[in-house]
T-cell receptor, first 117, second 109 residues
């Protein structure tokens, strides 16, 4: 079975700085998909960014970007120019196929980001 | 644009009582639908998925069941709640990525 590991339980940064959150994964698939989500204080889970394993370029969306290191099975999330409202729990996830043809997301344990003024 | 609506927003229920949580998606025909569960402070775990009306596959049961009575509706239920059912329940749909509703917070007392 696939596995997603986030070792950083919590990170605190000062606003307007850059933060990197780590995520490593295990898979036997040759082609796979990785995602980052943000969970706000209200519980809402927001899709941020996706990386397809066959793409060499690191994905970028707004002030979110990924550091995809395929040989290391690593997919770090980089947030530049952090803002107070970026404070949230960030989850890394990998898509795993089920035997019936559908698939599920396997989530890491999450990293709590606190952005301070 | 697609919208996903979950109801109720929150529930406080007694152990042994029945439960029904609902989810409706608009703006997407024949969506793949999912139920996820999150224990307080924990990660998300997929419970069920459905790719069409009347078809539901279980990933982790947790003494819960799910049904898809309409193309745009997904229901999570149980006849007898356990304390361990407390948590945050999220309905989701997929198109490239997975997109979540705002969730239902369930407290079993």
């Amino acid at each position: 079975a696939q596995k997603v590991t986030q070792t950083q339980t919590s990170i605190s940064v000062v606003e307007k700085t850059t933060v990197t959150m780590d995520c490593v994964y295990e898979t036997r698939d040759s082609s796979y998909f990785l995602f980052w989500y943000k969970q706000t204080a209200s519980g809402e889970i927001v899709f941020l960014i996706r990386q397809d394993s066959y793409k060499k370029e690191n994905a970028t969306v707004g002030h979110y970007s990924l550091n995809f290191q395929k040989p290391k099975s690593s997919i770090g999330l980089i947030i530049t120019a952090t803002q107070i409202e970026d404070s949230a729990v960030y989850f890394c996830a990998m898509r795993e196929y089920a035997s019936s043809g559908s698939w599920q997301l396997i989530f890491g344990s999450g990293t709590q980001l606190t952005v301070m003024p | 644009a697609q919208t996903i609506h979950q109801w109720p927003v929150a529930e406080i229920k007694a152990v042994g009582s029945p439960l029904s949580l609902g989810c409706t998606i608009k703006g997407k025909s024949s969506p793949n639908l999912y139920w996820y569960w999150q224990a307080t402070g924990g990660t998300l775990q997929q419970l069920f998925y459905s790719i069409t009306v009347g078809q539901v596959e279980s990933v982790v049961q947790l003494n819960l069941s799910a049904s898809r009575p309409k193309d745009d509706q997904f229901i999570l239920s149980t006849e007898k709640l356990l304390l361990s059912h407390s948590g945050f329940y999220l309905c989701a749909w997929s198109l490239g990525g997975v997109f979540f509703g705002k969730g239902t917070r369930l407290t079993v007392v």
